[in-house]
Nanobody
Framework: QLQLVESGGGLVQPGGSLRLSCAAS????????IGWFRQAPGKEREGVSC????????NYADSVKGRFTISRDNAKNTVYLQMNSLKPEDTAIYYC????????????????WGQGTQVTVSS
């Protein structure tokens, strides 16, 4: 059974940092582009960052450029999202997703999804 599991979410003060992990089971991530997405209450799901299967290509939403970093460790079958200088507007449920195509920030292009992890930025 193909499964993605996110972890690392939580409550953090503005300016703080979190590292999200996306671990795969039932399949290897080596051949998949991975995207991180988020959805805040009342808003549509939006692309945050994505990375190619090799890790050689990454992309970020303008709202997180310079603050978030995506990386992957194929040996551990895990993709990470390092989030620094967090802002209240980063509060959302964060999802990772996998697709066999090219990396993209468009959610509809992704085939496999995790269940999400809550990130709350508040003082």
């Amino acid at each position: 059974q193909l499964q993605l599991v996110e972890s690392g979410g939580g409550l953090v003060q503005p300016g703080g940092s979190l590292r999200l992990s996306c671990a795969a089971s039932g399949f290897t991530l080596d051949y998949y582009a991975i995207g991180w997405f988020r959805q805040a209450p009342g808003k549509e799901r939006e692309g945050v960052s994505c990375i190619s299967s090799s890790g050689g290509s990454t992309n970020y939403a303008d709202s997180v450029k310079g603050r978030f970093t995506i990386s992957r460790d194929n040996a551990k079958n895990t993709v990470y999202l390092q989030m620094n200088s967090l802002k209240p507007e980063d509060t959302a449920i964060y999802y990772c997703a996998a697709d066999g195509g090219n990396p993209d920030l468009e959610p509809v292009l992704y085939e496999y999804w995790g269940q999400g992890t809550q990130v709350t930025v508040s003082s």
